[in-house]
């Protein structure tokens, strides 16, 4: 258990849905994450959030959108996605930006068909 | 481009082998360096991190790393493998003035068979 929850777990999603991945630290962190892990390839930061603002986007796709409406809470939103976007989705979540080593959480297993 | 890389792909050892998995990264620079374990089913777990100082990090469940700077080298090693170390290991830096931006290696896959 690391303080960080996603759900849900398992997503299967027409290419046409629309849905949302929800991400949950209890740890008091500041900020937090969305990455992408795909079978074979590094680990992808998408989004960055700090104190709710957005800090960075990796020139991700605008089929996916995030949400941060508190410290404690990040959505990731997602519309008319492709196959190639099934991967595993990943929240983090760490104190601050400065020197951070992020709590991860379970993640989500995104299978769009 | 900046980059981790992570040579071993998949690495197969039997219990009590030594283990050395090999990251190097491209940054200049100041980094911060980093190795997460992944058990099977189970979300990525901080192993041990390097910041500054001594350059041998010992990290949990009897691993450590070595900092080579002029090596652009932070493998991670363990004397001697159990079962229960079977998981895939990634190696992950930032660089010290961007530490919101985590770069992770592809992972290396590590079996350990009894």
């Known amino acids: 258990e690391t303080g960080v929850t996603q759900t849900p777990r398992h997503l299967v999603m027409g290419m046409t849905n629309k849905k949302s991945l929800k991400c949950e630290q209890h740890l008091g962190h500041n900020a937090m994450y969305w990455y992408k892990q795909s079978a074979k390839k590094p680990l992808e930061l998408m989004f960055v959030?700090?104190?709710?603002?957005?800090?960075e986007n990796n020139s991700v796709p605008s089929r996916f959108s995030p949400e941060c409406p508190n410290s404690s809470h990040l959505f990731l939103h997602l519309h008319t996605l492709q196959p190639e976007d099934s991967a595993l989705y990943l929240c983090?979540?760490?104190?601050?930006?400065?020197?951070?080593?992020?709590?991860f959480g379970p993640g989500t297993r995104l299978t769009v068909t | 481009a900046q980059s981790v890389s992570q040579h071993n792909h998949h690495v197969i050892l039997s219990e009590a082998a030594s283990l050395e998995l090999g990251c190097n990264y491209s940054y200049g620079g100041t980094v911060n360096l980093f190795w997460y374990v992944q058990y099977p089913g189970q979300h990525l777990q901080l192993l041990l991190k390097?910041?500054?100082?001594?350059?041998l990090v010992k990290g949990i469940k009897g691993f450590e790393a070595e900092f080579i700077k002029s090596k652009f080298s932070f493998n991670l090693r363990k004397p001697s493998v159990q079962w229960s170390d079977t998981a895939e290991y990634f190696c992950?830096?930032?660089?010290?003035?961007?530490?919101?931006?985590?770069?992770f290696g592809t992972g290396t896959r590590l079996q350990v068979f009894p």
């Open positions: 992950a830096v930032t660089r010290s003035y961007n530490t919101d931006k985590l770069i």
């Open positions: 983090a979540s760490s104190q601050d930006l400065a020197g951070a080593s992020p709590n």
């Open positions: 390097y910041f500054s100082g001594d350059p």
């Open positions: 959030y700090s104190l709710e603002e957005r800090v």
